[in-house]
């Protein structure tokens, strides 16, 4: 079965980054597009970065775009979120995602970042 | 903020019907992207639970469905049951952001 788990989450002060690491299992990752969604404390879920399955072209929400970057490794079935000039804001559990024509059927169980002000 | 809004919250009795609705505009909702459904229990990951506007993936059970028309889509939750407790989130993309959008989310409390 899909298999998702996240890791590289943790404390970080404003304006530092951080990169977060998606390994998937369970189905043949270089055929699918790939995305991070994001749930900040007390709120809800936000998209944040996709990448298409050859790694060829990526697309960003508009509160992360120029700060975050999303690759992908095909060689060890993972998933990247380069995080710079991190906020407060920014502070929210990390999910990596799985997509399927235009929606996300396979999700792993979230990575934690913490922006200190 | 998110294009596509959800009423915050919903409730009913065990049995009965919910339904959630989720309004967007005509770069998302009303294009020929698709509306997808999830579920989002506490503390576990979001679950796909209608995908490209009626369709259920594999497990899930028949009480859920999805419908659309015009630039609004709905779920609905029929025989409503405790463990159906939690959030639920529409999502599309959106031509005019070239992005990804989710809905603003709905808590369904069973009473």
């Known amino acids: 079965q899909v298999l998702l788990v996240e890791s590289g989450g943790g404390l970080v002060q404003a304006g530092g980054s951080l990169r977060l690491s998606c390994v998937a299992s369970?189905?043949?990752?270089?055929?699918?597009?790939m995305h991070w969604v994001r749930q900040a404390p007390g709120k809800g879920l936000e998209w944040v970065a996709y990448?298409?399955?050859?790694?060829?072209?990526?697309l960003y929400g508009g509160s992360v775009k120029g700060r975050f970057s999303i690759s992908r490794d095909k060689a060890k079935n993972t998933v990247y979120l380069q995080m710079s000039s991190l906020r407060p804001e920014d502070t929210a559990l990390y999910y990596c995602?799985?997509?399927?024509?235009?929606?996300?059927?396979?999700w792993g169980q979230g990575a934690l970042v913490t922006v200190s002000p | 903020q998110s294009v596509l809004t959800q009423p915050p919250s919903v409730s009913g009795a065990p049995g009965q019907r919910v339904t959630i609705s989720c309004t967007g505009t005509?770069?998302?909702?009303?294009?020929?992207?698709?509306v997808h459904w999830y579920q989002h229990l506490p503390g576990t990951a979001p679950k796909a639970l209608i995908y490209?506007?009626?369709n259920r993936p594999s497990g899930v059970p028949d009480r859920f469905s999805g419908s659309r028309s015009g630039t609004s889509a709905s779920l609905a939750i029929t025989g409503l049951q405790a463990e159906d407790e939690g959030d639920y989130y529409c999502?599309?993309?959106?031509?005019?952001?070239?992005?990804?959008?989710f809905g603003t989310g709905t808590k369904v409390t069973v009473l």
């Open positions: 990448i298409r399955s050859d790694g060829s072209g990526e």
């Open positions: 490209g506007n009626t």
């Open positions: 995602a799985k997509e399927w024509g235009f929606y996300l059927d396979s």
């Open positions: 999502q599309s993309y959106d031509s005019s952001l070239s992005g990804f959008v």
């Open positions: 005509s770069s998302n909702t009303e294009s020929r992207y698709d």
């Open positions: 369970g189905f043949t990752f270089s055929a699918y597009g």
